[in-house]
């Protein structure tokens, strides 16, 4: 794929253009940063907006669930639009109209495709797993035969798709610059917490250094 984003009619930005990334790379790197995504899909004529998780090879991305999912069955007939979004602060202005979000968002179009070839089932499997639980994968029981037959697996081509970023300070209105009001932003970070062992398990078990040692979420180069 080229190292832009070639903008088609669906994802050429109209408001705040300026926000627009068209590197490939921060689109590589905000899915990177991500652990679920929103899968929009119109079922029965209506939009239906699902939370679910994600994995990305290459410019594939994976979605899954159970064979029985409604989002995912109507996902394979018609186009689908998913996004991905960090949120990273609050901009407080000096006047409510420009009080704004500092975030990276990521939004892909496209028809998705099921996935039926076996390794590559287990290949997209494995990418969602690493994105959610990095080393979990190898460290885990494997899904058994009967598990892998319950579990749809699709295909999303990251080929449509858009950036969009925001970061800094407020623009307030010249005039308003005066004004005896703080201004600035608040950050809002994400860190993973301790480990909180199942009351089930053997006392005698450490948490494993791929969990106690998790990196933080990524952000854009
Ligand atoms: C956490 C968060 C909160 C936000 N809050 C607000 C808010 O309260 N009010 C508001 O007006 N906007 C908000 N935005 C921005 C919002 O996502 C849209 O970018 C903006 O509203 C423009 O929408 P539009 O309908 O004019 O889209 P258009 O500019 O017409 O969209 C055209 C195409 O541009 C691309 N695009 C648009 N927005 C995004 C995006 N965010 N990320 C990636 N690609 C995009 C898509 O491909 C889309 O199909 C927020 C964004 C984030 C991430």
New binding site residues.
């Given amino acids: 794929m080229p190292a832009s984003l070639s903008p088609t009619a ?7 253009k300026e926000r627009g990334r068209s590197a490939r790379d921060d689109l590589y790197a905000i899915l990177d940063s991500g652990v679920l995504c929103h899968l929009g899909v119109v079922v029965d004529g209506s939009p239906m907006v699902v939370p679910t998780g994600y994995g990305r090879i290459g410019d594939t991305l994976y979605l899954h669930g159970s064979t029985g999912a409604r989002s995912l069955r109507e996902a394979l007939d018609n186009d689908v639009c998913v996004t991905v ?1 960090h ?1 990273d602060g609050i901009v407080l202005a000096r006047s409510i109209f420009h009080h704004s ?1 500092n ?1 990276r ?3 892909i179009y496209g028809r998705a495709r099921q996935v039926t070839d076996p390794d590559e089932r287990l290949a997209g499997l494995r990418a969602l797993s690493e994105r959610l639980a990095p080393g979990q994968w190898d460290a885990v029981r494997p899904p058994s035969r009967k598990e892998l037959a319950a579990t749809e697996v699709l295909a999303l081509s990251l080929d449509e798709a ?3 970023a925001r970061q800094g300070p407020p623009g307030d209105e010249l005039e308003d610059y005066a004004l005896p009001i703080w201004a600035g932003v608040l950050p809002l970070r994400t860190f993973w917490g301790e480990p909180e062992p199942d009351p089930e398990l053997s006392e005698r078990l450490q948490v494993p250094a791929h969990i106690a040692n998790r990196s933080p979420l990524g952000s854009l180069p």
Avoid: F, G, P, Q
């Avoid at 669906?10 to 705040?16: D, I, K």
């Fill in positions: 669906r994802t050429t930005l109209h408001r705040s979004t949120l979000v975030y968002s990521a939004m858009s950036v969009k």
